[in-house]
């Protein structure tokens, strides 16, 4: 009985060490434009000057948004507008979505600038070179009442025509279901029926603090420059801001994997923390509890002949109450905006 305990137990502790451990690995970040991605724009350039760029079915490619407005917010917002609609889409099994780096490393190849992609010809020419079907691509501006307005356009790259200009408007604190509601816009134009479980996880937010989102844009900002200690530095502020955003976390992990920054790992900070705790805290091999792990005072084998068991602590049950600083839920899901407004009550469609 002991023996099967342990081997469960075991087992167990090995299915720990994956999810935990592994994970940057099965969801890499990819905000790096490495050696690799800048030789694929190279060659991607070739083939598009020899005409032998096809475009592929299915695959849509989201460009930069240009800034109208004067706004410093606006700024960061150009290329985090874009990785918010990547992210989402790429939760879609329907599309084939170009990753960022690509589009980073083409308009390095090229020699242009965020401000070029403003014209139509440009954004259909990138679009074939990255064989993209379709290009979604736009303008920001902003008052100073903090009304952001953004005004999108949906290209289809083979027909050189425009199937749609998908605009919403709202406070900037609101930012979060601003996308969600462009996002939402854009899949409706490409004709996609969303089932109720799809809606569901695209209206799920990487993070409900705008501070902590826009300190990860900053840090893709500062390794597409090339700064990578400033951009670990601005994803570490991230997730320091918001502990259960994953995205700086894997772009922190991506530095550190491309030996792009020193230091220890925060991937090997994990298995050190957890190790640590499986060995003073709990046991998984002797006694598995359902509820909650309890702490062990002795092991089975150090109980001698006539003494009585030990005694198990048990652990304090958690008090059911609302989390400190969460906002009211409301119809919708709440959102956070941190340092840039008190919060907003979403829903979707």
Do not use: H
Not at 319 to 341: C, S
Request: proline share 6%; hydrophobic share 40%; glycine share 8%.
């Amino acid at each position: 009985m002991i023996k099967g305990r342990r081997v469960l137990g075991v087992f167990c502790l090995a299915i720990i060490f994956l999810v935990v451990f592994n994970f940057p690995c099965i969801a890499p970040a990819g905000q790096v434009v490495t050696d690799q991605i800048r030789n694929w724009a190279q060659k991607a350039l070739e083939e598009e000057r020899s005409l032998k760029g096809l475009e592929q079915e299915n695959t849509i490619s989201v460009l930069y948004f240009i800034s109208r407005g004067e706004d410093p917010l606006l700024g960061p917002l150009q290329k985090g507008l874009a990785i918010m609609l990547i992210t989402d889409l790429k939760k879609l099994e329907e599309f084939n979505v170009v990753d960022r780096v690509k589009l980073q490393a083409l308009l390095e190849e090229m020699e242009l600038s965020q401000s070029g992609l403003v014209d139509e010809e440009t954004r259909l020419k990138l679009g074939k070179i990255m064989k993209a079907r379709w290009i979604v691509g736009g303008e920001l501006n902003m008052d100073e009442k903090k009304q952001l307005k953004i005004l999108s356009q949906l290209l289809d790259t083979p027909e050189s025509k425009i199937l749609g200009k998908p605009e919403v408007e709202g406070l900037f604190q609101n930012l979060l279901k601003l996308e969600k509601d462009l996002l939402f816009k854009i899949v409706d134009l490409l004709k996609v029926k969303l089932t109720p479980k799809q809606k569901e996880i695209l209206a799920q937010p990487v993070t409900l603090n705008l501070g902590a989102l826009f300190s990860y844009f900053k840090g893709i900002e500062a390794s597409d420059q090339g700064d990578y200690e400033k951009a670990a530095d601005y994803y570490k502020e991230a997730t320091k801001q918001d502990p259960d955003f994953e995205l700086p976390k894997l772009a922190l992990f991506e530095l550190f994997d491309l030996k792009l920054i020193k230091g220890v790992s925060p991937k090997k900070k994990r298995k050190r923390s957890l190790a640590k705790t499986l060995r003073g805290s709990t046991s998984l091999t002797d006694t598995l509890v359902t509820e909650a792990p309890v702490k062990r005072l002795k092991r089975p084998k150090d109980v001698k002949p006539g003494e009585e068991k030990p005694v198990v602590e048990e652990p304090e049950q958690p008090v059911d109450e609302q989390p400190i600083g969460e906002p009211d839920m409301g119809n919708g899901a709440g959102y956070d905006a941190g340092p840039f407004g008190n919060g907003a009550t979403v829903g979707y469609p």
